[in-house]
């Protein structure tokens, strides 16, 4: 079955450094890829996703490519804030078969530290 | 607009009893989604909903699970006989369509003692 696979935590990273959190899949076809982030107390939020091979996912600074050829949806960012500490989370939507579950890895929890 | 909204936002029960869990999905969302996160582990899928179409019901992990969706409004998950490892919370999810961006509640704090 798809499955999602990201490094584990905890990262703590210095504010400013650059992040990367590594995320690859197993998946049936091309599925829609998907970054949430789960800040200290509050829900899960859709952070940037991409929808087919080579699209390149933006927001708030953060940047993912879909690489087909890696199976891979690495997340990244240039420089990291106090305010990024969360727990970031890589995820696949495949409608194969006519379901729509979203397939998550187990999280990667960030500390930035000042 | 209002997002994705869930009640109870805590519950505690005791082993056996029943609960009913809540979830109201942002206006115009016509898909439904349920899904439970366990302490330290991802988000495990339930149950989905779109529209009148039979819901696909492959994650609910046993026959004490059931869920119920009116029209393309409220859903209620009800967990029956609740055991100690049915502590986890327990995430709505909705999206204006099959396959559309996932826009999730705040959870429903579950802990059978």
């Known amino acids: 079955g798809d499955s999602v696979t990201q490094m584990e935590g905890p990262v703590t990273l210095s504010e400013e450094a650059f992040l990367t959190i590594n995320c690859t899949y197993t998946a049936t076809g091309y599925p829609s890829l998907f970054w949430y982030v789960q800040y200290p107390g509050e829900g899960l939020q859709l952070l940037l996703k991409?929808?087919?091979?080579?699209d390149k996912g933006s927001n708030k600074g953060f940047e993912a490519t879909y690489r087909k050829e890696t199976t891979s949806f690495h997340l990244e960012k240039g420089s990291v804030q106090v305010s990024d500490s969360a727990v970031y989370f890589c995820a696949l939507l495949y409608s194969g078969a006519g379901s729509y579950q979203l397939t998550f890895g187990k999280g990667t929890k960030l500390s930035v530290i000042p | 607009g209002a997002g994705v909204s869930q009640s109870p936002s805590n519950k505690v029960t005791e082993k056996g009893k029943d609960v009913e869990l809540r979830c109201d999905p942002i206006?115009?969302?016509?898909?439904l989604y349920w899904y439970r996160q366990r302490l330290g582990q991802g988000l495990e899928f339930l149950i989905y909903?779109?529209?009148?179409?039979?819901?696909?019901k492959s994650g609910l992990p046993s026959d004490r699970f059931s869920a119920e969706r009116t029209g393309e409004s409220v859903s209620t998950l009800t967990i029956q006989r609740t055991q100690q490892e049915d502590s986890a919370v327990y995430l709505c999810a909705s999206s204006r369509r099959d396959g559309g961006p996932q826009y999730f509640g705040p959870g429903t704090r579950l802990l059978v003692l």
């Open positions: 991409a929808t087919k091979a080579d």
């Open positions: 206006s115009g969302h016509t898909a």
């Open positions: 909903f779109q529209g009148n179409s039979a819901p696909d």
